[in-house]
Structure formats: C-alpha cells, structure tokens
C-alpha cells in the first residue's frame, strides 16, 4: 500500500461519478494539461506548481466553463462585472493549483488510474452516447467540435479521476465516534425558548436627514461605491426574426427535400446484443485466457440453442446492458471501436460471432437481431424540420434586408428616434458599460463591443443579436470614474442615512441592553420604542418563524435566563433574551442515528480534506500570475 494512503485506504471507495460530474460537463470547454516549466513566458501562465506549470489557455478554458455554470445559475443577472466580483478568476486559478498539487502528490506515491477506469468513466458520458449507449462517432465528432485530440482530452480525464481517487482515500478514512454523534444529536435537538426586541433601521432612516457636506465627505471616503465603468448612451432599434416568419410553400418544400436528399438518407443499422468480459489487470496472460475461454463458451452455448439475453443477464460485466439482455439496441457505422464494428456488421440476422471480439474493454460474445439497410426517409416524414428550415432561413433574409433598407435612413437624420418612429420601428434610448475583463478570455457582448467601436454619432451596420438585428447610433461616450455629486446626490444621500440609522440604531440598542439588564425586556423596549415579541420553542433543526439566522444563533448559544449582545440584520438590531433551554431526550437518538451519522460525517470528511489540502499548500512552491482585468 502508498503510503500516502495507509490511514486512509481501508474505506476507500471508487465511486466517483458525483465527485467529478461537474468537471466533466465542463471538459468541452477546457482542456490543454498543464506542463513542466520548459521556458514558457510567464504571461503565458497562471501558474507555478513545484515546477510544473498551468498555462494561460487552460485558465481561460477552465474560467469559460465557471462562465457558463454560473450564467445558467443567475441568468439574465450575470455579467462578467459579477464575476469579478465574485472572485471567479481567483477560484478557477485555485481549483488548478490545487488539482496540481493532488496529481502531483498521487504519481509520487505510485497513485495511478488503470486504462479500464478510463474508458469506463468516458463511455460514462452522456454528451459521447445514444439511446444511452456510448457510440465512437459521438466522442470522436464531440471532441473535433471543441478542439480536444483525444489523448489531451483522456489525459484530463485522468487527471481527475486521480484527483478524485485521492479525495475519496481521504475522505474514506474518517469516522465518527458515539460521543459525537450524541452531541451532534444534542446540539440539533436541544430547544430554545426565547423574547426578542427589535430596534428597526427603516424609521430612523426615514427621519435621518443629510447634509451636502456630509454627502461631500462620504463620496471622498467612499469614491469605489459610487465608481462607474466607460458607458456609451445609444439609441437603437431591433428587427426581430418573428416578425418576418413566412410559411414556405409545398413546392419551396418538395424542392429543398430534392437538393438535399442525402440529408435525409439513413445508414446501415444493426440490432444487436453482446456478453463482455473485462480482462483483469493483473493476471497477465493467464488472465486473458480465462476471459477469453470464458466468451467462447458462451458463444457455444448460444449456438446450443440457450437464449442469448439469458445468458448476458448471467454472465455480461458490461453493467450498462447486462441488465436488459445485452442489448445494444440499433447501431451504425462509427457508433462502435472498429473491432467490434468489423465483427458486427460481418454477421447476419440471428448469427453469434464465431469466436470470442477482443476490444480494449474484453473479450465479446455478439448476436444479431435485426438489419437495417440504409435508407431515405420519405418527404412527409421530415417535411415539418424543412418547412421550420426554411422558414426561419426566409425571415432573416428577410429581416437583414429591412435592416439594410432602413440603415441610410437612419444614419443620415438628425433625430434617431424620431426617423425610426416614423419607419414603424420602436427605438429604444440606454446606457452600455464596457465591464473589465481578464485578459485573453472570450470576447465581449457583440452590441457593447460595436458600441464601443463606433465613433460619437456613428450609426452601426446591422448587428446579429439573440432577440434579432439591431441597428444603433451612439449619441454620447461617458468616461469611467467617479461622477460629479450632482449626478449620483441621490444614491450617495441613501447611502450617508443608512449608515447614520444604523449608527443611531446600534447606539440605541445598546443603550436598551443596559436598561434592560434589571430583568424587564418589555419595559426597556417600550422606552427605546422597539418592536417587541416572542418566540415558540425553536431548535437548529426547526427554526423560528420569525428570526433571523444571526439571531436565532445568538439565542442558542445564550444561557438561560441570559440577554444576548446586540445582533445586527437587514431589519435592523435585535436583542434575545432566552427564557427557557430544554435538553433533547436521548431516547430521540435513534430513529434520527443514520441521518445525523451521515450529517456528521460528511462535515469531518470536508474537514479533513481541507486539512490534508491546507498540508499539501504549505509543503509546495507555488507562484501565481493571475491575468489583470482590462477594459474591453
């Protein structure tokens, strides 16, 4: 055993489809591995690893792919701006660092990821399947489309499956004893009975006033609250596609189907099922003859007439199909690794291989069911795909050629809105920010970027965007930086009352707290005119109705008969007074033992890989070289 793993490896468990899930929906966007430092400038990476460097393209793919988890999470509210706010450059750059140090750390110990492992977790995939099987065309097409070979792309596949093997190992070994599971049980269960008084933001900030000079004061003290990016005030107006939709004729339609008949032509398809027997990794020769002796009696138990699917369900290790007979269900040229195609598509209906298909996954046994010669599928059959085709092919000639028509028009008035309202068109005014970017990542919103490039006054060309063509003028440019107190009075008003309310309020309730030490809550509420009220026993596991988390925490670790410090939340200062503590019944432990085990056991398995990864970070040299946002 490693020694690396020794404490750990007794609960090893390779489970790893859900520790690597989300890295694999991600590999089409990323995927150059990183590299011994062999002179590569350093504006060419983010990283330095104990000599092993991470490029600046593997940066960018891997911060691309946060990009796009990030903006299906928020939607239209996402922006590169939140990003940086986020601090996404600085977990992606985290995330690499620490994948090297785990890799790194797992070779040195002689850690290592079988071939079998591999192509499990790829044929795995969805993205490389059909009807749920794994298909060679699929993988080789996916990979062709985002720029991987398939060795860059195995390589990070193995990499994280190392990766995630360590975790695992790490994870494994820790356990949870009975005097922590009962104080884990206690902690959930014990309840709170508690009065509570508010001393609320709202009307102190309603009867808070603001100077000028103290608005003056704050913005000077405060200049990035208020700080802005480059902007551009543009009017524009859109020409969507919906609005030019046209039905394409049966003629339109039957001519299409016509030019391009190989379209809609189907290939050679085979129905079949298959038995397969992995090759052990150790065993060498003798282990393969086993596994091939072992398929060769299949197939000589399948010609004897024995039924095929019976005997994939008895002895199949493909886990995928052994369940449903071996089925593959119908598959074409390229679906397959070329061994096994070779030997499919040479049997006929009802045949099994006459002897035993090696592959790199086995030994197969293989039988044919059905055979689909190629085809062409007949015109009613796909006439609807052609007609939404061309008929969404009609409307952007369309609305390009409405786009270009009133373009000159638009371009020579004096009046933007005025010339578009009189073309029947609706124009819109607004402003456009350029965000700042990490340099080297995708290139900006198409109509911030024409924007941005048009000089003051300047009409676009149309501009492809998701809602249709649009069609924009810039009308003035508005530098970044902090603009004049006159044009931001307002926010920088809100902003110098909420921070004198919550001043005032925090003096009030801590002046509450003083008066309410002789035992009367209610009455020293009542003369700092605080709201009021109380609570019904509540615990960590089912909370009060009406607190806040901060404060709900303050009350369960306050002693009994105690007053809580002031807590601060978004209502505004509250204070806790807890009136009665009531201790779980132990008896309660057991139907709730395996849900809190696991509970308790997921945060010490957390626990003790940031502790082994803080470990790994503190014996390594490490350099970064994060790219420095910007403009544009």
């Known amino acids: 055993m490693i020694t690396l793993m020794r404490r750990y490896r007794k609960s090893l468990q390779i489970s790893l489809l859900a520790v690597i899930a989300a890295f ?70 985290g995330d690499l660092v620490q994948e090297a140090l785990v890799v790194q750390r797992a070779h040195a110990e002689g850690l290592v990821v079988s071939d079998e492992e591999l192509n499990a977790r790829i044929h795995a995939i969805p993205a490389f399947q059909e ?18 070979t398939p060795a860059s ?20 070994g820790v356990k949870v004893s009975e005097g922590e599971l009962e104080q884990a049980f206690r902690l959930r269960r014990e309840e709170v009975r508690a009065a509570w008084a508010l001393v609320e933001l709202a009307p102190i900030v309603t009867a808070t006033s603001a100077t000028d000079e103290e608005l003056a004061a704050y913005l000077a003290q405060h200049p990035d609250e208020f700080r802005q990016p480059d902007r551009r005030r543009v009017q524009y107006v859109t020409l969507s596609r919906k609005d030019f939709v046209t039905a394409p004729t049966d003629a339109e339609v039957e001519k299409f189907y016509d030019a391009h008949i190989k379209e809609f032509e189907s290939p050679r398809q085979v129905r079949a099922a298959h038995v397969l027997v992995r090759i052990p990794e150790t065993g060498g020769s003798e282990g393969e003859d086993k596994a091939r002796a072992k398929v060769a009696d299949v197939i000589r138990r399948a010609k004897a007439g024995e ?147 048009l000089a003051l006054g300047g009409v676009s060309t149309p501009v492809p965007t998701p809602a249709g063509l649009v069609v924009l003028k810039v009308v003035e440019a508005i530098g970044a930086g902090v603009p004049p107190l006159a044009e931001i009075k307002d926010k920088v008003a809100t902003s110098v009352k909420r921070q004198k309310a919550e001043t005032a309020a925090l003096e009030r309730a801590k ?85 809190i085990l696991k509970e308790v056991l997921a945060q010490k398995q957390s626990l003790a890989w940031e502790s082994w990864l803080n470990v790994a970070r503190a014996n390594a040299k490490i350099e970064t070289n994060l790219p420095a946002s910007r403009r544009g």
């Open 153 to 172: 792309f195995e390589g990070e596949i193995r990499r994280e499956l190392t990766r995630a093997k360590v975790e695992s190992a790490v994870r494994g």
């Open 307 to 453: 039924d095929f699917g019976k005997l994939a369900q008895q002895i199949s290790e493909d886990s995928g199909t052994a369940p449903r007979g071996g089925d593959l269900g119908l598959v074409g040229a390229g679906e397959v690794v070329p061994q096994f195609e070779q030997a499919l598509f040479a049997l006929k209906k009802g045949e099994v291989s006459s002897e035993p298909v090696r592959t790199p996954f086995g030994f197969h046994a293989i039988k044919v069911f059905e055979i689909r010669e190629s085809g062409r599928k007949p015109l009613r059959e796909v006439a609807p795909q052609i007609r939404s085709r061309l008929g969404d092919e009609a409307a952007d000639r369309a609305a390009k050629a409405r786009a270009e028509q009133v373009r000159p028009a638009l371009q020579t008035a004096k009046d933007f809105m005025a010339e578009a309202k009189q073309l029947g068109l609706q124009p819109v005014e607004t402003t456009m920010a350029r965000l700042d970017r990490v340099a080297g990542l995708t290139a900006p919103d198409s109509l911030e970027e024409t924007a941005f490039a």
């Open 131 to 148: 009807s749920g099987r794994f298909t060679l065309r699929r993988y080789q097409d996916a990979l062709k489309r985002r720029g991987f």
């Open 511 to 595: 002046q509450l707290a003083a008066d309410a030490q002789t035992g009367d809550l209610a009455g020293a509420a009542r003369k700092a005119g605080a709201v009021t009220g109380e609570t019904a026993r509540f615990s960590r596991a089912k909370p009060a109705e009406r607190l806040p988390g901060d404060v709900m925490v303050a009350a369960l670790q306050t002693p009994a008969g105690q007053l809580s410090a002031p807590v601060k939340a978004p209502q505004g200062y509250y204070l806790v007074k807890v009136l009665e503590r009531v201790q779980p019944d132990m008896g309660g432990l057991a139907p709730e033992r395996e849900k």
């Open 24 to 93: 694999v929906a991600s590999l089409f966007v990323f995927g150059a591995t990183g590299s011994r430092d062999g002179g590569q400038p350093p504006h060419d990476r983010v990283a330095t690893v104990n000599g092993e460097t991470i490029p600046l393209e593997r940066f960018q793919r891997r911060y691309q792919s946060y990009l796009e988890a990030y903006a299906q999470m928020y939607r239209d509210r996402f922006s590169a701006e939140m990003a940086e706010r986020l601090g996404l450059p600085q977990q992606v750059v």
